[in-house]
């Protein structure tokens, strides 16, 4: 485990700035297992906006990201219907997933940002790992981050067995100076 100074901490951080997410350049990947843990469903789902606010102390910073609901794409047209259907995600009535974050902290060789998800209309309390903030030579911060949500906490309780209850994200986005 690597241990954090706040002299590496912040040597590690891109500038501190506000930076918009980029929805064309940014990937948000689900994965889920189904079928009682025989095999693993991955889809993605599209960003409709975000803002990553980098404070000089970390402590400060926070971030905003909305998702598209309707958005879910698996490669199969007859279960992203039904992820989307009102057993489970209903997108239709919730048609945004929101994550709203504040105060980094360090976590070994990667940062936490602790905050809250609503999806389903319902608010859970949620960490995100962000394992990549690298500044690009033009001024953006590309960043790769993860978080893990139990889909009970959001109410979706339905097709138990069916569909995991733990649902894996990872998020590739660049922001960009606002």
């Known amino acids: 485990m690597t241990e954090h100074t706040s002299d590496t901490f912040a040597a590690a951080t891109p500038s501190p700035g506000t930076y918009t997410l980029d929805p064309e350049q940014t990937t948000v990947r689900a994965n889920v297992k189904a079928m009682f843990g025989l095999f693993t469903v991955h889809g993605t789902f599209r960003l409709t906006g975000g803002q990553v606010s980098i ?3 970390p402590a400060g910073s926070s971030a905003r990201a909305t998702i598209d609901a ?9 279960r992203d219907a039904d992820v989307v ?10 048609p945004e997933i929101t994550f709203l974050g ?5 976590d070994g060789a990667n940062w936490v940002l602790p905050g809250t ?20 030579p033009d001024g953006s911060v590309r960043f790769l981050a993860t978080a893990r949500l139990d889909r009970t906490s959001f109410g979706v309780t ?4 069916m569909v ?11 922001g960009r100076p606002a």
Do not use: M
């Not at 309707?70 to 007859?78: H, I, R, W």
């Not at 259907?85 to 919730?94: E, N, T, V, Y």
């Not at 339905?158 to 067995?161: F, I, N, V, W, Y």
């Not at 995991?164 to 660049?174: C, F, H, Q, Y």
């Open 70 to 78: 309707t958005s879910f794409a698996s490669g199969n047209a007859t």
């Open 55 to 57: 404070t000089a102390d």
């Open 164 to 174: 995991g209850r733990t649902v894996n994200l990872v998020i590739e986005t660049v």
């Open 158 to 161: 339905r097709k138990k067995g």
């Open 117 to 136: 998800v609503t999806a389903h209309g319902t608010p859970a309390p949620t960490e995100v790992s962000v394992t990549r903030a690298a500044a690009e």
């Open 102 to 106: 504040q105060g980094v902290r360090p």
């Open 85 to 94: 259907s009102r057993g489970l995600l209903d997108a239709q009535g919730f």
